[in-house]
């Protein structure tokens, strides 16, 4: 089930990640290399590795249950059924994933973080910018995270006292585990991925990937 338009609307106005120091500057020249990327590279080819949609004027993509268009001559990249503006770092990572995509299939083998390229030397940040806040959030209330899933478009899980499996993108899905804690023991969360998705995405981008997801998540369960 697709998000209604008012609960997109919320979304680009408040359900986008904190900052983190990162300047519309550096946003900007990323968005200009990622759009030179597009334009450079074979468009029917790379629709079927990435499993999007492509007409001469468009190019047709899932991502975090909302359907995106790029128009392949200015490279803009908008929702297909909306007119509210897309957050510059969705559009990176959208183009990313479509100029990246190798069309690896899934293997079925969940790896951690720590197991992509240079993912033990992130992990820290990576633990900071999402882990932490979905057991802070989260922890005591494993049910209020499978509510703010529904809104993600997120399948439960049977995992852990809750967990929830999002596609990200197509051929991207990302697996939340929460194991509830109590006065006796602390929350856990962990965040698993597909052996494919270094086929799709950078670890920078996984990581800002998931501290979307994240803040989604807490924004829409203030709310439900």
Known sequence: ?????KITAVKNMALQPPNNGHSVYNLNDALKLAQE???????MQQCQKSGSLYSPETVTINYL???????????EVDFIDSHQPVPPRDK???????TQAKGTPLTGKPITYRELPGGLVYYPTFIKRTIKPLVDFFGKNPKLLLKAGKLVGAKQGETGDASLIIDVFPRVPITIILWQGDNELTAEVNILFDANIADYLTSEDVTIICETITWRLINYAKKV
């Open 37 to 43: 990327r597009f334009t450079a590279i074979g468009m």
């Open 92 to 98: 990176i990572l959208i183009l990313h994933y479509f």
């Open 1 to 5: 089930m697709r998000l209604n338009s």
């Open 65 to 75: 249950n909302e359907i995106y268009k790029i128009d392949v001559a200015s490279v």
